[in-house]
T-cell receptor, first 113, second 113 residues
């Protein structure tokens, strides 16, 4: 099984500032997919952004962007102009070609007004 | 949002009793998954299915069994519940291949007393 590591159990950011959440993964595969999910207190799991390993261009979705470093096996999430509604648990996920998904342990993000 | 319904939403049961959680989808996705979420562990895969009557074990499958007799339904059974199985259980679905993400149900909070 692939290992996904989120080394920051908790992070905080001032409203309107930028924060970066870290994720690293361990794999011997060359073809895979990476995702970030958000889990607010409602417990719902919400897809934030996705990245294909074969694409060099970093994915962006509005205020959310990733820094994908394939050689370093790193997939960090940058949240710009942080809003109170961004407060949540964030999970990094790895998907292999067998359609299996592996998750990190999560980062709890607090947004300070 | 993907049509995924988990039932029940909450359940309290006693040690040693059997428990079945149900997941129902209306998306006709091939893949279905059961995860458990525990603090400090993120989401861990219990079992998954890649078609009717086709299932496989995940990383924490001991004490759990699954069945998929129809495309739309995926059942998770705890044959004899233990306190260590107290958790939040998520069902998820996915299309085959590519960057198709997981779509999650709203989760079931199971407490084993």
């Amino acid at each position: 099984a692939q290992t996904v590591t989120q080394s920051q159990p908790e992070m905080s950011v001032q409203e309107a500032e930028t924060v970066t959440l870290s994720c690293t993964y361990d794999t011997s595969e060359s073809d895979y997919y990476l995702f970030w999910y958000k889990q607010p207190p409602s417990r719902q799991m919400i897809l934030v952004i996705r990245q294909e390993a074969y694409k060099q261009q970093n994915a962006t979705e509005n205020r959310f962007s990733v820094n994908f470093q394939k050689a370093a096996k790193s997939f960090s999430l940058k949240i710009s102009d942080s809003q109170l509604g961004d407060a949540a648990m964030y999970f990094c996920a790895y998907k292999n070609t067998g359609n299996q998904f592996y998750f990190g342990t999560g980062t709890s993000l607090t947004v300070i007004p | 949002d993907a049509g995924i319904t988990q039932s029940p939403r909450h359940k309290v049961t006693e040690t040693g009793t059997p428990v079945t959680l149900r997941c129902h989808q209306t998306e006709n996705h091939r893949y279905m998954y059961w995860y458990r979420q525990d603090p400090g562990h993120g989401l861990r895969l219990i079992h998954y299915s890649y078609g009717v009557k086709d299932t496989d074990k995940g990383e924490v499958s001991d004490g759990y069994s699954v069945s998929r007799s129809k495309t739309e339904d995926f059942l998770l059974t705890l044959e004899s519940a233990t306190s260590s199985q107290t958790s939040v259980y998520f069902c998820a679905i996915s299309r085959t291949g590519g960057n198709s993400p997981l779509h999650f149900g709203n989760g079931t909070r199971l407490t084993v007393t």
